[in-house]
Nanobody, 115 residues
């Protein structure tokens, strides 16, 4: 069983920055594929960014150039640095871990960007 705990959400003005963290426990973190998803009110959950066990990263087109995903295997933590935030980035952000054939989700952290 893998536990994921997100933190770092909050209220920020447009153009500002936030850094989300997701601490993982219960698995060999370095082998996990880690991703961030988000879900805005009335919308489906969507992919934001992902990082493989080898450090390969990929991003949704809507956040390329503004968001950066990274991981610290020593701390079993994945980060999402969000810069140049826009009101349309407002959502609950979820951490996701893929471990073998299993997937796990965190409880989510709210990000609100005011205009």
């Amino acid at each position: 069983q893998v536990q994921l705990v997100e933190s770092g959400g909050g209220l920020v003005q447009a153009g500002g920055s936030l850094r989300l963290s997701c601490a993982a426990s219960g698995s060999t973190f370095s082998r996990n594929v880690m991703r961030w998803y988000r879900q805005a009110p009335g919308s489906q959950r969507e992919f934001v960014a992902g990082i493989s066990s080898s450090g390969f990263t990929h991003y949704a087109d809507s956040v390329k150039g503004r968001f950066t995903i990274s991981r610290d295997n020593a701390k079993s933590t994945v980060y999402l640095q969000m810069n140049s935030l826009k009101p349309e980035d407002t959502a609950v952000y979820y951490c996701y871990a893929s471990v073998g054939l299993s997937v796990y989700w965190g409880q989510g952290t709210q990000v609100t960007v005011s205009s």
